[in-house]
């Protein structure tokens, strides 16, 4: 084998061990998210619930905006 060729060869091992390490770190993350969001399923309805009575709340106020920009404005 050529110098040339074990030289490369080296590097490449290298950097593949760096992968390597680097897709391991970014497995146990996303491990890490999953746990943690799969602990928030009772959180996950209570957000879906107010989003629900805000955006209820928000379209019923923008029918009231009408009235309420046409008042006059006190002296």
Known sequence: MSD???DRLI?????????????????????????????????RWAILGMASVGGFISAKLTA????ISNTPMPK
């Open 11 to 43: 590097r490449l091992e290298a950097e593949v061990e760096h992968l390597t390490k680097g897709v391991s770190a970014m497995s146990a993350q996303v491990k890490d998210m999953h746990e943690l969001l799969m602990q928030a399923k009772g959180a």
């Open 64 to 67: 009231l905006i009408p009235w």
């Open 4 to 6: 040339d060729t074990r």
